[in-house]
């Protein structure tokens, strides 16, 4: 009896000696983005999370610091054992790619969805992808230097030009309710689009709002063959000669915005 006491008695200790010690948890893993977004990228890149940046899809690469980071998808499509071989836990995606975003949850990367960019917006954004990534007090800092490069950009001077900025084919014009039209809006332009959503404009249209300046995005097309479009001859911008190629990698949408206006309003006011 004597025995079985003491046998109870080691047991207890041994209970509580194992519930005294104190437990650690192993660190939690860092977290690895995939971005299928220009935006993200470019601000985790500003925020100090580059080693955080895992993937990014083919469209990325074009965001400067981007250049070497490894692709695994292209617009909606991705490489889910590309995203497993690079440990990731956690992706950005446009609020349109809806099947992406199931996908990449299906396979137990959590999403985070951007809307559209606008200008006035750009601040929540950069919180957005800053608490995602756990720089909030950098976030911050980002969006002060943004605000401030856009206060030191001064205002356009003299009369606004009427601008048709074309985006990636013919007579796809960009509307006023739209990133673009934010930007042309601060580089001094009068947006012959403004009351309209981005899309389709008849060249009838077009030559009617008789624009003095052509922009445009597309690689295919030429400031000759714009030129020659039927009915083209009389516009201002090609009397002009203001026609000018945008380079894509100077408006990515959510890239740098404050440099963006400033390059377009020297398009603008060029000649």
């Not at 948890?25 to 890149?45: I, K, M, N, Q």
Request: glycine share 10%; aromatic share 10%.
């Amino acid at each position: 009896m004597r025995k079985l006491f003491y046998f109870f008695v080691c047991l207890l200790l041994f209970w509580a000696a194992g519930c005294g010690e104190e437990k650690t948890a192993g660190p939690e893993p860092a977290v690895r983005f995939y971005s299928a977004s220009s935006a993200a990228s470019h601000l985790l890149l500003k925020l100090g999370a580059a080693d955080a940046l895992a993937a990014v899809d083919r469209y990325g690469r074009a965001v400067p610091g981007a250049e070497r980071i490894p692709v695994a998808g292209s617009g909606s499509a991705v490489s889910v054992e590309k995203l497993a071989e690079l440990g990731v836990s956690r992706a950005f995606v446009w609020y349109y790619q809806t099947n992406l975003k199931q996908l990449l949850e299906q396979h137990g990367i959590a999403v985070t969805v951007l809307p559209a960019v606008r200008l006035a917006d750009y601040p929540g954004l950069v919180r957005t992808v800053a608490s995602a990534a756990g720089k909030n007090a950098e976030g911050e800092a980002l969006i002060a230097e943004f605000q401030t490069q856009l206060d030191a950009t001064p205002p356009a001077g003299g009369e606004r030009r009427r601008v048709y900025f074309e985006l990636y084919s013919p007579y796809k014009c960009a509307g006023g309710d739209s990133y673009f039209g934010d930007l042309l809006k601060l580089a001094g332009a009068e947006n012959i689009g403004e009351a309209l959503p981005t899309g389709p404009v008849s060249p009838e249209y077009l030559v009617q709002s008789s624009p003095e300046v052509i922009l445009f995005l597309a690689e295919t097309e030429s400031a000759e063959t714009i030129a020659g479009r039927p009915g083209f001859a009389a516009l201002p911008a090609v009397r002009y000669g203001r026609i000018h190629r945008v380079e894509r990698t100077r408006v990515l949408e959510g890239v740098d915005p404050a440099e963006a206006v400033r390059y377009l309003r020297r398009l603008i006011r060029d000649r």
